[in-house]
């Protein structure tokens, strides 16, 4: 019987991780082996949530938890960002990178930090995921000294495009104009270009939605005209109601960022016929494929000219969107379970499964 530890310490966090971790984490644990047992990192109010066959170490108290297995024979470090990682011999080190935003992010003394961490805690991991192959392609560019084989694993998309829907207090009408943007409001995710192009559409309204606790959140509300501050809003956070619905309604959903290591949204916004416009930076076109415009820099006329020219014509319910649709359930998370299991048992040397 191998033992596996699988860390879920971002069970409860409301960011990328969180999500995965949630939807990762009740699948993983639906699976039963006679040959492997995993041991769940998560916050200590979860332990026993998914079963006796799962054994529990609370993130609050994990050095002292995680002693009492003796023999831990995969360790899978399931984001960059893990405190803590045994470091025994005979315990396989199993790493998923995410991206490397801190060369874009991080200044000074902190950003040393990360140029000093990460291609240490790389090149001591037996085996390296990444979540797209432009991270992979990012590491190679900029840590040179990783050699190391890294095998791409997409991450999944919760399949909820079936739940329940509100239309949010800030939307007047169910027929109302307007287009969608969702992520925490964080300079990386350059929501501010979509105020000055939003000049060639006055009859439309603009809904920024998400975490807006930073400092860009003002900048972009200081950036709206008087005239405007009805028409484009910087809303905060959303239920996941809301979230269904504005996805469904929006007449286009529009994500200018620049530093996604995958970028969830835009194909969640595929599930719902919702016509995807996307920047063309980091991995954008590489998840979203064929089945969005892309604006080829910030000018607001030409990013209006492309805003245009995508939703001439797009019918949610068309062939183009359902195309879309189809494609964006290419990324689930029974087939992200499946990779990682197989990806176990062939680091442990475990038969294949049918």
């Not at 807006?212 to 239920?239: C, P, Q």
Request: hydrophobic share 35%; charged share 30%; with cysteine.
């Amino acid at each position: 019987m191998k033992k596996i530890v699988v860390d879920f310490s971002a069970l409860d966090d409301m960011c990328g991780f969180g999500e995965i971790a949630r939807n990762y984490c009740p699948r993983l644990a639906k699976m039963h082996f006679d040959d492997m047992r995993f041991i769940f990192i998560l916050p200590e109010r979860h332990k026993g949530e998914f079963g006796d066959h799962i054994d529990y170490v609370g993130k609050e108290h994990l050095k002292a938890e995680i002693k009492q297995f003796k023999e831990v024979d995969l360790w899978h470090a399931t984001d960059q960002q893990f405190r803590y990682r045994r470091k025994a011999k005979g315990t396989l080190q199993l790493l998923t990178v995410h991206d490397l935003n801190y060369l874009r992010e991080k200044h000074g003394i902190h950003l040393l930090k990360h140029k000093i961490r990460t291609p240490w805690i790389i090149n001591h991991s037996d085996y390296v995921t990444v979540i797209s192959g432009y991270v992979k392609d990012d590491i190679h560019k900029n840590i040179p000294s990783v050699k190391k084989e890294m095998q791409v694993i997409y991450n999944g998309i919760a399949d909820d495009e079936n739940g329940a829907q509100q239309r949010p207090s800030f939307v007047s009408k169910d027929d109302e104009r307007f287009f969608f943007t969702i992520g925490q409001v964080r300079r990386k995710k350059n929501f501010h270009t979509l105020v000055p192009m939003m000049k060639s559409f006055p009859n439309h309204r603009l809904f920024i939605c998400g975490d807006d606790h930073w400092d860009y959140s003002d900048e972009i509300r200081s950036m709206i005209d008087e005239a405007d501050k009805n028409r484009i809003l910087v809303t905060g956070k959303i239920s996941n109601e809301e979230k269904r619905w504005l996805y469904a309604h929006c007449e286009a959903f529009l994500f200018p960022s620049t530093l996604e290591g995958f970028g969830i949204p835009v194909l969640e916004a595929m599930r719902y016929g919702a016509r995807v416009v996307s920047s063309r930076c980091t991995c954008l076109p590489e998840v979203c494929g064929s089945h969005a415009a892309y604006w080829d820099c910030f000018d607001p006329k030409h990013m209006a000219q492309v805003v245009k020219g995508a939703i001439s014509g797009w019918d949610s319910k068309g062939r183009m969107a359902t195309l879309a649709a189809e494609y964006s359930k290419t990324f689930n998370y029974d087939r992200y379970t499946k990779e990682y299991v197989a990806l176990y048992r062939k680091l442990l040397g475990l038969p294949t499964l049918d």
